[in-house]
């Protein structure tokens, strides 16, 4: 006869709690790549800075975990060629789900998908059409919905690295991350 707790026990056996469960802050700070939006002529783009935050809050939903947090990104263009002299910058401050697989047992990798949903804060300036009293300038606010794919590793139980492709402010994100 099979006792409640052998039930339980190996109704249980294939879960793991992975590298990120609930109750577990990670901060994260990134430099990321991709993503021109409407930049125009010969530009250089700085790689964009991120900040992520992400709060464990639920274990076993199915083979994973889920996540909430937040993020803001910050990217800026220049134009300074013969013809024009823009600037663009932009700002995005938006929330993150995030679902954490973890059907390998294993503390130190961590794979995830999840979603984003804020606005971008677009500010341009260029004063090749008008003098300098009266520059082209304008300033708008975007919607911002993506989403991305990620995996961080965590060489020690509180630090590690990782990396991420999806839309937002970049394509590609690289960076680091420390957990609490």
């Known amino acids: 006869m099979v006792s409640m707790a052998q039930t339980t026990k190996k109704d249980n056996s294939n879960y793991h709690e992975g590298a990120f469960a609930k109750g ?3 901060i994260s700070i990134a430099s990321g790549f991709g993503v021109t939006y409407d930049y125009y002529g010969t530009y250089v783009s700085l790689p964009a800075l ?3 935050a992400d709060v464990g809050i639920i274990n076993h939903a199915g ?3 889920i996540s909430v947090g937040g993020i803001v990104g910050f ?8 013809t024009y002299d823009a600037t663009w910058t932009n700002l995005i401050i938006a929330a993150r789900g995030i679902y954490h697989l973890t059907i390998i047992d294993n503390d130190k990798f961590n794979p995830y998908a999840g ?10 300036h260029d004063p090749y059409y008008n003098d300098t009293h009266n520059p082209n300038t304008y300033q708008n606010v975007y919607p911002v ?3 991305f794919v990620g995996a961080r590793y965590f060489f020690v139980p509180s630090f590690g690295g990782f990396v991420e492709l999806g839309y937002d402010i970049s394509f590609l994100r690289i960076g680091v991350s420390f957990k609490f």
């Open 50 to 52: 991120t900040i992520a």
């Open 145 to 147: 919905i993506g989403l």
């Open 115 to 124: 979603v984003t949903t804020g606005i971008r804060i677009n500010d341009y």
């Open 63 to 65: 083979p994973g975990n």
């Open 24 to 26: 577990d802050v990670a």
């Open 75 to 82: 990217k800026k263009a220049y134009n300074h060629d013969d």
